[in-house]
T-cell receptor, first 112, second 113 residues
């Protein structure tokens, strides 16, 4: 099955730094989603984007739905230790079928 | 509100044995999904139910995997016989309708030795 191209694969940053990760696809999606997954847990939704060009914030997180509907990015500002985890992008083609297509994840590691 | 419940949390079996996972979705959620997450990758959809009917099972290895959702509530996913490459976390998710509205359970970590 198709997977999204997510980069970077991992990031080692200092506490307080800003983080940026992105996702691209060869297919168009109606909805782009960003999830965070902690060890031993299921993915938890951070931000959902429903319209091409949409820019949405959730606290220190900002995400954008690319104008071509084939890409999205997630920014985290002023990182803190609890931001550590694996971040996944996901695309929903819409229509109620097919489920979500996920990227391979970006592993965020924060050095104190 | 209670979340998606899955059991067991962990399972270790030998190859060629069979195993079953159970999922109880959020009350009222008509759509239920099973995803397989291999270490280092994102979840991959195995099967999607709408009430007790299958909407999409195109990525389910049907020679060894089966799933059912009797009465449109709880669901079970079975693997028989298991292979080493089936080692993964099996995630259940549920939603009222769209996949983008789904909530995930904690998953069952399967190790096949």
């Amino acid at each position: 099955g198709q997977q999204l191209n997510q980069s970077p694969q991992s990031m080692f940053i200092q506490e307080g730094e800003d983080v940026s990760m992105n996702c691209t696809s060869s297919s168009i999606f109606n909805t782009w989603l960003w999830y965070k997954q902690d060890p031993g847990e299921g993915p938890v939704l951070l931000i959902a984007l429903y319209k091409a060009g949409e820019l949405t914030s959730n606290g220190r997180l900002t995400a954008q739905f690319g104008i071509t509907r084939k890409d999205s990015f997630l920014n985290i500002s002023a990182s803190i230790p609890s931001d550590v985890g694996i971040y996944f992008c996901a695309g929903d083609p819409g229509g109620g079928a097919d489920g979500l297509t996920f990227g391979k994840g970006t592993h965020l590691i924060i050095q104190p | 509100e209670a979340g998606v419940a899955q059991s067991p949390r962990y399972k270790i079996i030998e190859k060629r044995q069979s195993v079953a996972f159970w999922c109880n979705p959020i009350s009222g959620h008509a759509t239920l999904y099973w995803y397989q997450q291999i270490l280092g990758q994102g979840p991959k959809l195995l099967i999607q139910f709408q009430n007790n009917g299958v909407v999409d099972d195109s990525q389910l290895p049907k020679d060894r995997f089966s799933a059912e959702r009797l009465k449109g509530v709880d669901s079970t996913l079975k693997i028989q016989p298991a292979k080493l490459e089936d080692s993964a976390v099996y995630l259940c998710a549920s939603s009222f309708g769209e996949a983008s509205e789904a909530f995930f359970g904690q998953g069952t970590r399967l190790t096949v030795v």
